[in-house]
């Protein structure tokens, strides 16, 4: 019990590790949570910095939740399944501790999870994401439509664990995608100029 405490808390702290902040001040002397939209993730990067520096929050981000994903078979806890501190850092992307709580919406760690535990779903996800993109240049629409269509794919898998993980981030992404979703309805959410 202890193991699996300490392993979901380093996932926490790992997802808490706020990568547009560090890049944002570090590379670009600028705090991008007084910019934009205020989150913390890859699209407000992108917005706020450049495509070069959301690329690179992007990444890290991913890999965030890919390194928390592999913990258990890091440590060798074989009874603790991946998904589970792939979901305690998705958290802790959203929430991070290290940034008052204030982060970013779960879409780029999700898919690093998705990325360690099903390569083969992050890539359908990742191709749907980037056709939805490039249709609709719509950042939030892509990233639920992703959401929506990996809980499809794991239902058709029939992994029960995958399908209850993905179906919880999926909903965790679509309900911290709520304001987008009355701007996409107001058609005031902002296009990407850069696809």
Not at 18 to 43: A, C, Q, W
């Amino acid at each position: 019990m202890v193991q699996i405490v300490l392993v979901l808390l380093l996932a926490y702290l790992l997802g808490s590790i706020p990568s547009g902040l560090i890049i944002g001040k570090v590379f670009y002397k600028t705090d991008i949570r007084e910019h934009g939209s205020g989150n913390l993730g890859g699209t407000n990067t992108f917005r706020t910095l450049g495509v070069k520096a959301g690329i690179s929050v992007t990444l890290a981000d991913i890999l965030k939740g890919t390194l928390a994903a592999s913990l258990p078979v890091i440590f060798g806890l074989d009874d603790i399944n991946p998904l589970l501190p792939g979901v305690f850092a998705v958290i802790g992307h959203t929430y991070p501790i290290f940034a008052g709580f204030r982060g970013g919406k779960a879409v780029a760690t999700s898919g690093g999870v998705l990325l360690f535990c099903s390569p083969l779903m992050f890539l359908v996800i990742f191709l749907v994401f980037f056709a939805s993109l490039y249709t609709t240049k719509y950042v939030s629409l892509s990233s639920m439509l992703a959401g929506i269509c990996a809980v499809i794919y794991a239902a058709i898998d029939g992994d029960i664990p995958l399908l209850i993980a993905v179906t919880l981030l999926a909903s965790f992404v679509i309900y911290r995608h709520r304001a987008n979703i009355t701007r996409i309805k107001n058609k005031t959410e902002p296009k990407i100029k850069w696809l």
